[in-house]
């Protein structure tokens, strides 16, 4: 059976690169699923859940923003932030998002805001990742 | 004629200084390593990126951005000067500001990354747009935050175009100041992080499929383009950070082998004169005894 090349990079650091069946994405136009031989496709991924089906087995992950570029055989995803849910410190994200909701409350530049705001989409991510993997 | 006492007082100082350089050069070489091995981190991401650029202006077709434009006629320019923030780093930021100089005074804005840079503009009282720093592991939303500028200054018409200078890193001897047109952006090069100088380069090969776009290929560039300068810009970072380590790292070792050749050579001056004293007070018991006799 085909499988699909997953590789998930950030700027720091590739993430991820290993062989899969099937990888669900959350897309910009809400979430899709990727099986070997898609046609070549490029999208934008908003921040979410990642999950790679391996072997009957599925890999949870943590995105951020980012682009996705889907050929027959790979699939390449570029983004500021990508953590398995293993490595996930469930306390640590819940405190970031605690910090990034303060700071939305106060008054800030439409930069920060964006900065803030993407922290905050961050450590959501994280903890759904977290806690959904518990269940 | 300088007493033994003097002479000992100046090799412990110097000593006293090799051990300081020494010191400031294991440092160095410590951070120049991650500074290499963050540099060869961002080369995966690099070449998807270019991958996926190349692949997109491809298949959309006469797409144009205000980012991709070239204007005629204005000379404006801005540049982005990616120094260091401390010294001590041998011939780096002397030579990167000979560089810097060359600009028309008149008709260049600097941003400066490093506080050298900007000590350098207000002496020579250019025109300093904006001020930025870095730390020694450089950061993405520190790069964001300098692209987001620039970016800003030329689609507002201020500058008609965005150079970048900075040091690229070839090795650990030998790094080179060096200017790269950032905006508008033209051909899309390699922006590969080659820490072992073939730095950047290369034309994309062009892909053989077409692709889909989701939700549409212009919205799809407009939102990379901005990216792919931010993520150039934080790789020009990583250069600079990994020439400065290095330079400062062979900058200490030269200074630690001076400072110990110096001791050497003290060392036996010491000795020189030490002997000298005993023969001249041995010499003068002996005048003395003669005399007694």
Redesign the interface.
């Given at each position: 059976m085909a499988t699909l090349k997953l590789?998930i990079?950030?700027?720091?650091?590739?993430i991820y690169s290993e062989d899969v069946d099937m990888v669900t994405l959350p897309?910009?136009?809400g979430e899709m699923g990727i099986y070997p031989m898609h046609?070549?496709?490029?999208?934008?991924v908003k921040s979410g859940e990642l999950i790679a089906k391996k072997g009957g087995q599925d890999h949870f992950l943590a995105i951020g923003e980012g682009?996705v570029?889907i050929?027959g055989s790979r699939v390449?995803v570029?983004t500021?932030m990508a953590i398995k849910a293993d490595d996930i410190d469930e306390m640590k994200a819940e405190e970031a998002r605690k910090r990034a909701e303060a700071r939305l409350a106060e008054k800030l530049t439409d930069?920060e805001q964006a900065?803030v705001q993407a922290a905050l989409l961050h450590s959501l991510a994280q903890l759904h990742v977290k806690r959904r993997q518990r269940r | 004629m300088p007493s033994t006492r003097d002479i000992r007082r100046r090799i412990k100082s110097v000593k006293n200084t090799a051990q300081i350089t020494k010191a400031m050069q294991m440092v160095a070489s410590s951070k120049m390593r991650k500074a290499q091995l963050?540099a060869l981190?961002?080369r995966?991401?690099a070449t998807?990126?270019n991958?996926?650029l190349a692949?997109?202006s491809e298949?959309a077709g006469d797409f144009s951005h205000p980012l991709l434009e070239k204007r005629n006629g204005g000379n404006k320019r801005a540049v982005i000067l990616v120094s260091t923030d401390k010294g001590l780093c041998g011939a780096l930021n002397s030579n990167l500001l000979r560089e810097a100089g060359k600009f028309d005074k008149d008709t260049t804005f600097y941003i400066c990354a490093g506080k050298k840079g900007a000590q350098f503009i207000h002496r020579t009282k250019r025109n300093l747009a904006a001020e930025f720093s870095y730390k020694d592991n450089p950061q993405?939303?520190e790069a964001r935050?300098i692209s987001?500028f620039a970016q800003d200054l030329f689609l507002k018409g201020e500058v008609d175009r965005v150079d970048v200078l900075y040091t690229n890193f070839i090795n650990t001897l030998s790094q080179k100041p060096e200017a790269r047109q950032l905006l508008p952006i033209g051909k899309i090069h390699a922006v590969e992080a080659d820490v072992q100088g073939h730095g950047g380069g290369g034309e994309l090969k062009k892909p053989d499929?077409?692709?889909?776009?989701?939700?549409d290929a212009a919205g799809?560039l407009g939102?990379?383009l901005p990216?792919y300068l931010n993520?150039q810009v934080?790789q020009f970072l990583l250069e600079a950070k990994a020439s400065e380590h290095s330079s400062r790292m062979v900058a200490m070792k030269n200074a630690t082998d001076n400072a110990k050749q110096l001791v050497k050579d003290l060392t036996l001056e010491y000795n020189k004169l030490r002997q000298a004293n005993i023969t001249k007070e041995l010499l003068e018991i002996t005048t003395a005894q003669m005399a007694m006799g």
């Open positions: 590789e990079v950030t700027p720091e650091a590739k897309g910009v136009e046609v070549p496709f490029m999208t934008q682009f570029e050929t390449a570029m500021d930069e900065t | 963050a981190a961002g995966p991401y998807l990126m991958d996926v692949a997109v298949g993405f939303a935050a987001k499929v077409e692709y889909l776009f989701e939700p799809v939102n990379l990216h993520f934080f």
